[in-house]
C-alpha cells in the first residue's frame, strides 16, 4: 500500500495547484487523476473553447480587414485547422502540468480512485468514454479490479463536474450533445439549437455564429447570461440579434424528435418547432461523484449531490476536504484553484480561509461579458440604497482606434460613501478589465478613489476611471448623465 501525507483525488485546477502548494509546505503528496492531467478546465472547457473563440474572432477581424484599409482576399476558415490548433495548446499546457507535478514531487496515479473508509483509496483503471473512445475518461466508471491501495493522513476531493442533462423526450438522440461533445464535431453545423443562454451556451452560440452557423439560443429566464446584472444580459441580446442569432427567452425546449433532422419543440411566449442539424445542452453542471464511494468515507452531501464544506474545505469527516466545482461554491476554474491554496496550507498547518466575497467572473462571447461583485438588483436586494453609473466603450479613444466600440461598464455603489459594490463590463477585453473592479471592491475604494487614480491613455483601461468621473457627476467625455 502506497502511503502519503495527503492525496488529492482529481488533477484539474483545484487538484493539482493544491498538490504542488502542499508538495511546497514540504508533504510528501499523491494524485490520482483518469485523464490528462489539468481537469476539465485545460481539456475540455476553458482553454480549449477558447482557443476556438479566438480562431472565430480572428476569422471575424481579417473578414472586416476592409475596414481597417487592409485588403484580404478569398477569406476562408478550416475548421480541422482550428480543432487542430486547439488540440496542440490544450497538450502544451497539460504537458507543463504534468511537468510542474513532477518538478514538485508529486506522485501521480493514474486511475479511478473509490473510497474504501475516511483515509483510504483503491485505485481502478478508468474505462472508457461514452463521449469519445479517445477523450475524457472521468464520465465512465471504472473498468477493472483495484490496481492499487492508497492511504493518506489526509485527502481532499477535487473531481469537478460533469455537464448536466435535461430530462426531455429526445434528450438521448444521436446529434443531441453537451459542451463536451461538441469538442467531437469535425465540422460547423449548418443549424444549431442551443439549449440555454448562460455562459456556456452564450459561448458556443456566439463561436458557431460566426462560423456561420444557423443558430437558435433558448433560454427559460427572460435574458441571456441571467446571473448577470440585468443590463448587461439585455446587451448581450441585443448584440447577438444584430448578429443574426435567434434568442427565445422566457422559453423551454419540451421534446426532440427524430425527422430528417432534429426537430426542437420549444414552448414560450410563441410556440414553435425548430429543425436543426445538432443541438447542444448547455444548461449547467452537476457534481462529479459517481462511484467515488463517498459514503464508505462517511463524506455527506447536500440535495444537489455537491459535498459540504466549511471556510477551510473541511467536510464533515475529520482529515476529509474537498475543493472545485464538487463543492458547488462557485463552479469556476480560478475559484477551485484558490480553494486548493487555502485547503492545501490549512492541511499543512497554516491558520488560512477562504473568502467568496469577491469572485470576478467572464464569458467570451462577442462582445466579451465580466463582471465581480453586487449586481444592481442584489445591491438593492440588499438593503443598499445605490447609485449605478456607466460609460460606453464608444466614448474611448482606444476603443474607436481598436475598432471595437460595442458596449460599456457599469458601476454599482453604495450612495452615502459611493464605495464600489459592483462592476459590470460589456465589451473590448472585459475580462482583462474586470481586475480593476476586484481589487477596487477587495480595498474598499470609492469612486473618488477610481477617478483620482491616473489611467494610461490611450487605453481601454480608461474606461473604470471614466466610468467613476460619470458616477460623480463629473464626466468628461460624455455628457453629463442623471445618477440612479
Same mark, same amino acid.
Given at each position: ?16 495547484? &493544491? ?49 481597417? =484599409? ?29 511537468? #510542474? ?11 479511478? &480512485? ?17 463521449? *469519445? ?28 463536474? /460533469?455537464?448536466?442533462?435535461?430530462? +426531455?423526450?429526445? =434528450? ?27 455562459? !456556456? ?5 456566439? #463561436?458557431?455564429?460566426? *462560423? ?31 448578429? =443574426? +442569432?435567434?434568442? #427565445?427567452?422566457?422559453?423551454? /425546449? ?39 464511494? #463517498? ?20 467536510? =464533515? ?46 464569458? @467570451?462571447?462577442h462582445p466579451e461579458i465580466a463582471s465581480v461583485g ?11 440604497? !445605490? ?7 464608444? &466614448? ?11 458596449? @460599456?461598464?457599469?458601476?454599482? &455603489? ?60 463629473l464626466p468628461v467625455h460624455i455628457a453629463p448623465r442623471?445618477?440612479?
Open positions: 500500500m502506497q502511503e502519503f501525507d495527503l492525496l488529492v483525488i482529481g488533477g484539474g485546477p483545484g487538484g493539482y495547484v &493544491a498538490a504542488i502548494r502542499a508538495a511546497q509546505r514540504g508533504l510528501s503528496v499523491g494524485l490520482v487523476e483518469k485523464e490528462r492531467p489539468g481537469g476539465v478546465c485545460l481539456n475540455w472547457g476553458c482553454i480549449p473553447t477558447k482557443a476556438m473563440l479566438r480562431s472565430a474572432e480572428v476569422f471575424q477581424t481579417i473578414s472586416a480587414a476592409a475596414d481597417f =484599409g487592409v485588403y484580404a482576399d478569398n477569406v476562408r476558415y478550416d475548421f480541422g485547422t482550428v480543432r487542430t490548433r486547439k488540440d496542440g495548446i490544450v497538450k502544451e499546457l497539460t504537458d507543463g502540468v504534468a511537468g #510542474l507535478l513532477a518538478a514538485n514531487g508529486v506522485t501521480v496515479i493514474e486511475g479511478h &480512485a473509490r473510497f474504501t473508509g475516511p483515509t483510504t483509496v483503491e485505485v481502478h483503471e478508468a474505462g472508457p468514454s461514452p463521449i *469519445f473512445p479517445d477523450g475524457p475518461r472521468y464520465a465512465a466508471a471504472p473498468s477493472g479490479a483495484a490496481t492499487q491501495q492508497v492511504s493518506a493522513r489526509d485527502i481532499i476531493v477535487a473531481t469537478g463536474s /460533469v455537464p448536466a442533462r435535461l430530462p +426531455i423526450p429526445g =434528450g438521448d438522440l444521436p446529434g443531441v450533445i453537451t459542451s463536451d461533445g461538441a469538442f467531437g464535431l469535425t465540422e460547423v453545423p449548418k443549424r444549431i439549437v442551443i439549449i440555454g443562454g448562460s455562459a !456556456v451556451g452564450a459561448e458556443w452560440a456566439s #463561436l458557431f455564429a460566426t *462560423f456561420g452557423s444557423d443558430v437558435t439560443v433558448v433560454e427559460m429566464q427572460d435574458r441571456l447570461v441571467p446571473l448577470e446584472d440585468k443590463d448587461i444580459g439585455n446587451a448581450l441580446g441585443r448584440s447577438f440579434g444584430k448578429r =443574426g +442569432i435567434t434568442v #427565445l427567452t422566457g422559453s423551454t /425546449v419540451t421534446a426532440i424528435a427524430q425527422t430528417d433532422a432534429l426537430r426542437v419543440s420549444v414552448d414560450g411566449p410563441k410556440a414553435r418547432e425548430i429543425d436543426a442539424d445538432v443541438v447542444l445542452v448547455g444548461v449547467g453542471r452537476r457534481p462529479n461523484t459517481a462511484d467515488l464511494g #463517498l459514503d464508505a468515507a462517511g463524506i455527506a452531501t447536500d440535495a444537489r449531490g455537491f459535498i459540504e464544506v466549511d471556510e477551510q474545505l473541511r467536510t =464533515g469527516v475529520e482529515h476529509v476536504y474537498a475543493i472545485g466545482d464538487v463543492t458547488g461554491k462557485a463552479l469556476l476554474a480560478h475559484v477551485a484553484s484558490h480553494q486548493g491554496l487555502t485547503a492545501a496550507d490549512v492541511i499543512a498547518g497554516h491558520d488560512a480561509r477562504i473568502d467568496y466575497t469577491v469572485i470576478p467572473a467572464a464569458t @467570451f462571447t453586487l449586481t444592481e438588483a442584489a445591491a438593492r436586494a440588499a438593503g443598499h440604497e !445605490v447609485i449605478t453609473t456607466r460609460f460606453p466603450f464608444a &466614448a474611448l479613444g482606444r476603443a474607436k482606434t481598436f475598432g471595437e466600440t460595442e458596449g @460599456f461598464m457599469k458601476i454599482v &455603489a453604495g450612495q452615502r460613501h459611493q464605495e464600489v459594490l459592483g462592476v459590470h463590463i460589456i465589451g473590448p477585453s472585459a475580462s482583462d478589465l474586470i481586475t480593476e473592479g476586484a481589487l477596487a471592491i477587495s480595498l474598499e475604494a470609492t469612486l473618488d478613489e477610481l477617478a483620482d487614480t491616473i489611467h494610461a491613455h490611450p487605453t481601454l483601461g480608461e474606461i473604470g476611471m471614466e466610468t467613476a468621473l460619470a458616477g460623480l457627476g442623471k445618477k440612479r
